[in-house]
């Protein structure tokens, strides 16, 4: 089972559209809980987090890392509020999560981005943990070093709507 960190930087409509996306895979017993990382919290993100069952912290300097202190299961899927994964990928994480151990604990899904971002991806910061990464809780608790990032099939996107 998955839990999921979502940094909040658009507000509670973005972090709602990425909550509703992980509907289905609630229902299907890969995601077991959340925990939101806001660096503003207000009602409306309290609520929107109270809806889904959520923990609210407040973001901080390493969030990711915060975020898998107070997690619930050792797989932590990094997102950003507004983030929406694509078809099929509940069946890719479930197999990936069932078959690698903490030290093969890095995979990264796939994003659509520009040529210059992906150029400086693999020249710096390819282990650095982005939303979108599929990390085990040691990893991020630095207890565990892990290879370099997997590429996933699957693919997260964001939505339109919060750019």
């Known amino acids: 089972m998955i839990t999921l960190l979502v940094r909040v930087t658009h507000g509670p409509e973005a972090l709602a559209a990425t909550l509703s996306a992980f509907v289905p895979a609630v229902a299907a017993g890969l995601v077991g809980d959340a ?19 959520a923990t609210l912290l407040p973001l901080g300097r390493d969030c990711w890392k915060e975020g898998a202190r107070v997690a619930r299961r050792d797989w932590l899927l990094c997102l950003d509020d507004g983030d929406v994964p694509q078809e099929g990928w509940i069946r890719v994480l479930e197999r990936f999560v069932t078959s690698a151990g903490p030290e093969q604990g890095f ?57």
């Open 35 to 53: 925990v939101i990382l806001a660096g503003r919290q207000d009602d409306a993100l309290a609520q929107v987090a109270d809806a889904a069952g």
């Open 107 to 163: 995979a990264r899904m796939r994003r659509r981005q520009s040529a210059m971002r992906a150029l400086t991806g693999l020249l710096w910061g390819s282990r650095r943990v982005r939303s979108g990464d599929l990390v085990h809780r040691r990893v991020l608790l630095n207890e565990v070093r892990s290879r370099a990032p997997m590429r996933l099939s699957a693919a997260v996107e964001r939505d339109p709507v919060f750019g």
